[in-house]
Structure formats: C-alpha cells, structure tokens
C-alpha cells in the first residue's frame, strides 16, 4: 500500500505514521530525511539539493521529487511505503502525479486546532535531558522541575501560543486544501485523533485494513 498521511502540526501524524509503517512492513518516508541522506550520498538530485540549499534557495519541488523517486525505487518500497511531510501544497502533489507516482490511499489524522493548542502549548520539555511533560496529561511532580534529573522544565519556542497560530496557518493556507485534491479523487480517508493515542491508533490501522 503506498499511503500519503495528512494532519496538522500536534496531531500525532507522526506517531500514527511509525505504527502503520511496523503494521504493514513498510517504510515510513520522510522529506527531510530523504534530502538530508541523498546530500550527504552526492546522488545526481543531492548534488542539486545541495547546491540549492548552500546557495540559501529552497530546494525546488522537481528535485524534490527526484529524490523522492529514487528512494521508492529501493527495494524496500517493493510492497509499498508511507509518504510524511510530502505533498505539502497540491502543485506538488500535482507534480507527485505528473511524474507518475501512484498513491492507493490518503489518511488524515484531524484534530481540532483548540485541542492542538492545547497539546502544544501545555508541553514542557527538560532542557537538561531533554524529558517531555504536558502540564495537563503529564506533568512532573514539582512544576517546572524535571522528575528525572531536576532540571528545569521549559516550552519550547515551536510550542509557544503564537508560534503554534503560525504552524496551524501555514498548515490550513497550504497543506489542508489537499483534503479536497485527494477527495475528489475518491483516495482520502478521515481518523478523527481521541484523546489517547492508542485509540487514535486503533481507527488509523483499521483505516489501513489491519484490525486487532
């Protein structure tokens, strides 16, 4: 099955992602991770990636999808593969098409952005060890001081009220029209994100067709 997993900023796309990929034996594909290994390869698309990215330019989504091309075109793609941060916009999941990549299905984890506000902005990370609390589903036996280590507990600058409103704009100006792309297309499928993850998990892998 080869998936594309859509979902806001904290809504626990990422989680759901690792689970499908151990589900179904197939790999969890980043963008950034993606880019990253083929730089670091000096394949034809990371040479390219590189010298966009040393010049201060973006790296174009043609490149991208190079890349993109040449890592499920490894063998461990054979039975399919999860595409996470990658369409991002639907000129690039145009493109994705144009050059011939096929996706079976994609799955939104919806969480409403009230809750996502309310995630993010309760984390607290340990800026010792690097421990997570949430002020509300987790939070640490003295505030502000880390059980483990009794370091200090802080927010993240990515978890701040303001830097989150950003993070959920950016996501509902450029990436949630997708919805509407890949609906059309008959592809797109709803989980709507509960309160605990493993429950979330459960309607994700039933999504997929792995019940139990």
Do not use: W
């Not at 200090?152 to 997708?178: F, G, M």
């Amino acid at each position: 099955m080869k998936l594309i997993l859509l979902g806001a900023p904290g809504a626990g796309k990422g989680t759901q992602a690792e689970v499908i990929s151990d589900a179904l034996k197939i790999p969890q594909i980043s963008t950034g991770n993606i880019l990253r290994e083929a730089v670091k390869n000096g394949t034809d698309f990371g040479l390219k990636a590189k010298e966009a990215m040393d010049a201060g330019k973006l790296v174009s989504d043609e490149i991208v999808i190079g890349i993109l091309k040449d890592r499920i075109a490894e063998s461990d793609c054979e039975n399919g593969y999860i595409l996470d941060g990658f369409p991002r916009t639907v000129p690039q999941a145009e493109a994705l098409s144009a050059m011939g990549i096929s996706i079976d299905k994609v799955l939104e984890v919806y969480v409403s952005d009230e809750k996502i506000e309310s995630r993010l902005s309760g984390r607290r990370v340990c800026e010792s060890c690097g421990a997570s609390y949430h002020i509300e589903f987790k939070p640490s036996k003295v505030d502000g001081v880390c059980d483990k280590c009794d370091g200090k507990t802080i927010i993240r600058k990515d978890d701040s009220p303001e830097v989150v409103k950003d993070r959920l704009k950016t996501y509902h100006d450029q990436t949630a029209p997708l919805k509407d792309y890949y609906g059309k297309l008959g592809k797109l499928e709803t989980v709507i994100g509960q309160d605990e993850v493993a429950d979330t998990t459960k309607l994700v892998l039933k999504a997929v067709g792995v019940n139990g």
